[in-house]
């Protein structure tokens, strides 16, 4: 059995980074071709589309996740680390109200000036912190969350282990955590030497890997889920995909 690869050089984790940012900004590029933006404005107002556009995998974790239906109706602080251009905390908030919600990504500037997305709305309205720190270096207090959500972050860090300490430390006692998560076996690591977003998913990791961190001594579990391949998000790449919530012990 090959070992994880957790942690990789500043520069990897750079061209990893590069290779990402660069991804968003074609895809957004492409969404605002042909006056785009001013139809899906108009097409929301008509209420055929939703206000936001643009999304990443982010229904299939929700669903997943069980519509996030054991997340508390009010939370104090909450944090999305890793939330891309369109978040998955957004999915929440039919039913979940943020007092103060930080929204953490090393690219959040780029994805802050993306049209029609939470992230933009939300910064523009000042209704969340931006911040851009990477997660191994994130600042915030120990035991401060109510909420924290890394979904599909990991692969692309620079540092893993890091990640998940500071996460676990973030987290209030009684506070929920939420990972989703791709895992990448020996098989998948030949079928991914090819892929063409090599570049951008350095971090490959299995399944036993996060025992140190989720095992039952740190969190109870409210969903614990090792999806087979057949199942998974992505089963050509990935052996299996981590569906993980779960409460912080005292
Ligand atoms: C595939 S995107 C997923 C975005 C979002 N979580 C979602 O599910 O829509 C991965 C994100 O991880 C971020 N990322 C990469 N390295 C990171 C790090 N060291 N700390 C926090 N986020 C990182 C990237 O900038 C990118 O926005």
Redesign the pocket.
């Given at each position: 059995m090959a070992a994880n690869i957790e942690s990789v050089s500043k520069d990897r984790?750079k061209e990893?980074?590069k290779w990402?940012c660069s991804y968003w900004a074609s895809v957004q590029t492409a969404r605002a071709r042909f006056g785009k933006n001013w139809m899906w404005r108009l097409l929301h107002l008509v209420g055929a589309v939703p206000k936001y556009r643009g999304e990443?995998?982010?229904q299939w974790?929700r669903q997943r996740f069980d519509n996030y239906s054991f997340v508390p109706e009010r939370i104090h602080n909450a944090i999305?680390?890793?939330?891309?251009?369109?978040?998955?905390v957004r999915l929440m908030l039919d039913r979940t109200r943020f007092d103060h919600l930080v929204l953490?990504?090393?690219?959040i500037r780029t994805?802050a000036g993306f049209k029609l997305t939470f992230v933009s709305d939300m910064y523009r309205s000042m209704n969340c912190t931006i911040d851009d720190h990477?997660?191994?270096e994130l600042p915030f207090a120990s035991d401060y969350f109510e909420l924290a959500v890394?979904?599909?972050?990991l692969d692309?860090?620079?540092d893993a282990r890091a990640?998940m300490d500071t996460l676990a430390r973030i987290v209030k006692p009684g506070g929920i955590l939420i990972i989703g998560q791709d895992l990448t076996d020996d098989a998948d690591l030949d079928y991914l030497k090819d892929d063409a977003g090599a570049t951008g998913h350095p971090i490959k990791l299995r399944h036993e890997w996060f025992t140190e961190w989720l095992g039952p001594q740190r969190f109870d579990p409210i969903i614990f889920k090792v999806l087979p391949r057949a199942e998974g998000r992505a089963p050509d790449a990935h052996y299996a995909t981590l569906i993980f919530a779960g409460r912080k012990r005292g």
């Amino acid at each position: 059995m090959a070992a994880n690869i957790e942690s990789v050089s500043k520069d990897r984790w750079k061209e990893a980074q590069k290779w990402e940012c660069s991804y968003w900004a074609s895809v957004q590029t492409a969404r605002a071709r042909f006056g785009k933006n001013w139809m899906w404005r108009l097409l929301h107002l008509v209420g055929a589309v939703p206000k936001y556009r643009g999304e990443d995998w982010n229904q299939w974790w929700r669903q997943r996740f069980d519509n996030y239906s054991f997340v508390p109706e009010r939370i104090h602080n909450a944090i999305e680390v890793g939330c891309g251009p369109y978040t998955n905390v957004r999915l929440m908030l039919d039913r979940t109200r943020f007092d103060h919600l930080v929204l953490s990504d090393p690219l959040i500037r780029t994805y802050a000036g993306f049209k029609l997305t939470f992230v933009s709305d939300m910064y523009r309205s000042m209704n969340c912190t931006i911040d851009d720190h990477p997660l191994e270096e994130l600042p915030f207090a120990s035991d401060y969350f109510e909420l924290a959500v890394k979904i599909n972050v990991l692969d692309h860090v620079r540092d893993a282990r890091a990640c998940m300490d500071t996460l676990a430390r973030i987290v209030k006692p009684g506070g929920i955590l939420i990972i989703g998560q791709d895992l990448t076996d020996d098989a998948d690591l030949d079928y991914l030497k090819d892929d063409a977003g090599a570049t951008g998913h350095p971090i490959k990791l299995r399944h036993e890997w996060f025992t140190e961190w989720l095992g039952p001594q740190r969190f109870d579990p409210i969903i614990f889920k090792v999806l087979p391949r057949a199942e998974g998000r992505a089963p050509d790449a990935h052996y299996a995909t981590l569906i993980f919530a779960g409460r912080k012990r005292g």
